[in-house]
């Protein structure tokens, strides 16, 4: 279990320092501006932008009260995982959600919205995110596919 921890923790720690540095670049390459476009691509533009709401914008209307919904939300999440014991088989996975998580609570507490700057725009075009919501997404598709794999190896044991 002290093992599970130790990922844990330093997954969550290298994602939220990774994170904040790309943030801190992306701000400092625009002094401060509110939106800009840092440079454009063809798929893909690093676009400075702070989301006050959540994906998409959406839950903007809560204004300050976001961030603090988030804190509860997160605190509960990490006090669900570590009571139910998921940490023995997902502590890397957790690692990557809470670490991506707390880095866009810190810019809501920080920036008064979190940082984005990836705007992707190939063939459609796309909100636009940072590492940290890749590294959430990242971490629930880890989740997903580990207990996909356990099911499938259940039920194949099962009917041997």
């Known amino acids: ?19 904040q540095g790309i943030k801190t670049w ?21 676009e400075l932008f702070y989301n006050r709401g959540v994906a998409f914008s959406m839950l903007a209307f809560l ?4 961030k603090w919904v988030q804190l509860v939300l997160i605190l509960g999440i990490i006090a669900y995982v570590f009571y139910e014991g998921y940490l023995r088989q997902y502590a890397f996975a957790i690692g990557l959600i809470v670490g991506g998580a707390l880095g866009n609570l810190y810019d809501r507490f920080i920036h008064e919205g979190v940082v984005d ?16 919501d890749v590294m959430i997404d990242l971490g629930v598709a880890i989740i997903l596919l580990m207990t996909f794999l ?6 194949k044991s099962r009917l041997h």
């Open 117 to 132: 700057y990836v705007a992707w725009h190939c063939g459609f075009d796309f909100a636009i995110f940072n590492y940290a």
């Open 150 to 155: 356990e099911y499938r190896r259940e039920k």
């Open 26 to 46: 992306a701000m400092d390459a625009v002094n401060g501006v509110e939106y800009a476009v840092i440079m454009e691509g063809s798929c893909i533009n690093l």
């Open 63 to 66: 204004g300050d009260n976001l």
């Open 1 to 19: 279990m002290m093992r599970n921890m130790l990922v844990f923790f330093f997954v969550v720690l290298g994602t939220f320092m990774i994170d």
